[in-house]
C-alpha cells in the first residue's frame, strides 16, 4: 500500500509558489535535508531557515545570499534538464531515495506541467517521490498499487500510457483515458483504492 502521510528522507523547495498549506510547511520544517533550487532559496533564506544545498545556476538569487551561501551553492550547467530535476539528481547520488518535492506548483504554468509529469522519470530511477501542493499530493505510480485514503477524498488518475486501467473503492470507473483530463476528479468510497493496469500513471489525491 501506498501511504500519503510519509516521512521523507530529504525535501526540496522549487522555485514555483512558497506553500501555504501546513503539510508542505511541515515537510519542510521537519525536512533532515533540504535542497532549494535556486531562486527559491531567496524566500526560504528570508523566513529564518538555511538550506544545505543551493542548486542552479544562481542566477536567481539574490546577490547578497549569492556571496553568504557560495560555499552550499551547486552550480550545475546542464541546459538539458531543470533545477527540479538536477535537485532529484543530486539526492540520488547521495543515497536518498524518499525525496518530497515543495513549491513546485504556481506561478508559470509550462514550469507546473513539466515539473508534475517529471515524476514518472524520477519513479523510474527506484525513486519514492512526490510532490506535495497546497491543495494535494501527486504520486507516481506502476502497475496494480493499493492507497490509502478516506471516504470522500478526491481522486485523479493521470495516464501515462497505461493499459487495462480499473478502479476499486472509487466512485467511477476507471479506463484506458486517453488525455489527462478524462481521469481527474474522481472520489474514493473507502480508506483505501486499488487501480490495476500494467503501465505508469499519475495519482492526485486532494487534502
Given at each position: 500500500?501506498?501511504?500519503?502521510?510519509?516521512?521523507?528522507e530529504?525535501v526540496?523547495?522549487a522555485?514555483?509558489?512558497?506553500?501555504?498549506h501546513?503539510?508542505p510547511?511541515?515537510?519542510?520544517?521537519?525536512?533532515?535535508?533540504?535542497?532549494c533550487?535556486?531562486?527559491?532559496?531567496?524566500e526560504?533564506?528570508?523566513?529564518?531557515?538555511?538550506?544545505?544545498?543551493?542548486i542552479?545556476?544562481?542566477?536567481?538569487?539574490?546577490?547578497?545570499?549569492k556571496?553568504?551561501?557560495?560555499p552550499?551553492?551547486?552550480?550545475?550547467?546542464?541546459?538539458?534538464?531543470?533545477?527540479?530535476?538536477?535537485?532529484v539528481?543530486?539526492?540520488?547520488?547521495?543515497g536518498?531515495?524518499k525525496?518530497?518535492?515543495?513549491?513546485?506548483?504556481?506561478?508559470?504554468?509550462d514550469?507546473?506541467l513539466?515539473?508534475?509529469?517529471?515524476?514518472?522519470?524520477?519513479?523510474k530511477?527506484?525513486?519514492?517521490?512526490?510532490?506535495?501542493?497546497?491543495?494535494?499530493?501527486?504520486?507516481?505510480a506502476?502497475?496494480?498499487?493499493?492507497?490509502?485514503?478516506?471516504?470522500?477524498?478526491?481522486?485523479?488518475?493521470?495516464?501515462?500510457?497505461?493499459?487495462g486501467?480499473?478502479?476499486?473503492?472509487?466512485?467511477?470507473p476507471?479506463?484506458?483515458?486517453s488525455?489527462?483530463?478524462?481521469g481527474?476528479?474522481?472520489?474514493?468510497t473507502a480508506?483505501?483504492?486499488?487501480?490495476?493496469c500494467i503501465?505508469?500513471?499519475?495519482?492526485?489525491?486532494a487534502?
Open positions: 500500500m501506498i501511504n500519503e502521510h510519509y516521512i521523507p530529504a526540496i523547495l522555485n514555483g509558489e512558497y506553500p501555504t501546513p503539510l510547511l511541515r515537510m519542510l520544517e521537519e525536512a533532515k535535508f533540504v535542497v533550487c535556486d531562486g527559491a532559496a531567496n526560504y533564506i528570508s523566513r529564518g531557515h538555511t538550506p544545505d544545498v543551493i542552479g545556476d544562481g542566477d536567481s538569487l539574490s546577490p547578497e545570499y556571496e553568504l551561501f557560495a552550499i551553492i551547486h552550480r550545475i550547467a546542464d541546459q538539458e534538464t531543470n533545477d527540479q530535476t538536477k535537485a539528481l543530486f539526492l540520488q547520488k547521495k536518498y531515495r525525496i518530497a518535492i515543495v513549491g513546485a506548483t504556481g506561478k508559470r504554468e514550469h507546473t513539466g515539473n508534475i509529469s517529471l515524476l514518472i522519470d524520477y519513479m530511477e527506484n525513486l519514492e517521490i512526490r510532490t506535495i501542493t497546497d491543495y494535494g499530493v501527486f504520486m507516481p506502476s502497475g496494480t498499487q493499493t492507497f490509502e485514503s478516506h471516504p470522500g477524498q478526491q481522486v485523479s488518475i493521470i495516464n501515462f500510457g497505461a493499459k486501467l480499473k478502479g476499486e473503492e472509487l466512485v467511477y476507471l479506463s484506458d483515458f488525455n489527462w483530463w478524462q481527474t476528479l474522481n472520489e474514493a480508506n483505501q483504492f486499488t487501480i490495476h503501465g505508469e500513471y499519475l495519482v492526485y489525491l487534502h
